[in-house]
């Protein structure tokens, strides 16, 4: 079983419509969390990068949220635009922050922006 | 700055061929590591080296051998190839405590 579940698998949004995607884990004991930007044909991008201390990190219009106590976290598009169409992957580090990363990966949720 | 580097990006084989996927990146990163991306799957992670002259099995090793050429450079083999083989491929190189990781664009695995 797979121990970073998001939801939805994918989702269809207007342009200039907000957007949330989920993420639960059961990775343990937890080092970060990482969220990826992965446009079709083209290797993950990371948006954001969220320490066990750290519940709410933005970059831009993507801002993303860490529940620690719950396991969960989440990423929250603002205002969305076309090229935000992609997959959006939720990365969970185990480990000591210092280790090489024991990375667990999300199946991705697929976003299509709509004109 | 090219960033990491990947080739192929595309290839299509008959099983038993064997090839080799490359994987080069200028940024002096110590580590890198080897993907393998399948439909409603999260990345899988094949093999991995954290520094020059090391190499270490992840997740998904069979099948797959690497090698640490230098420290730019990190190849990953098939010997035989197997349909179970066909995925993308990513590689990908890392610094810093938070290991935050950089990946290549990947290359497009068929194995008939």
């Known amino acids: 079983k797979n121990q970073v579940e998001q939801s939805p698998q994918s989702l269809i949004i207007l342009e200039g419509k907000n957007c949330t995607l989920q993420?639960?884990?059961?990775?343990?004991?937890?080092?970060?969390l990482r969220w990826y930007k992965q446009d079709t044909g083209r290797g993950p991008v990371s948006l954001t990068i969220m320490t066990f201390s750290e519940n709410t990190k933005s970059n831009g219009r993507y801002t993303a949220t860490l529940d620690a106590d719950t396991k969960q976290s989440s990423l929250h598009i603002t205002a969305s635009q076309l090229s935000d169409s992609a997959s959006y992957i939720c990365v969970v580090s185990a480990g000591k922050a210092d280790s090489w990363g024991k990375l667990q990966f999300g199946a991705g949720t697929q976003v299509v922006v709509t004109p | 700055n090219a960033g990491v580097t990947q080739t192929p990006k595309f290839q299509v084989l008959k099983t038993g061929q064997s090839m080799t996927l490359q994987c080069a990146q200028d940024?002096?990163?110590?580590?890198m590591y080897w993907y393998r991306q399948d439909p409603g799957m999260g990345l899988r992670l094949i093999y991995y080296s954290a520094s020059e002259g090391t190499t270490d099995k992840g997740e998904v090793p069979n099948g797959y051998n690497v090698s640490r050429l230098n420290k730019r450079e990190f190849s990953l083999r098939l010997e035989s190839a197997a349909p179970s083989q066909t995925s993308v491929y990513f590689c990908a190189s890392s610094v810093g405590q938070r290991n935050e990781q950089f990946f290549g664009p990947g290359t497009r695995l068929t194995v008939l």
């Open positions: 993420c639960n884990y059961t990775v343990s004991p937890f080092s970060n």
């Open positions: 940024m002096n990163h110590n580590s």
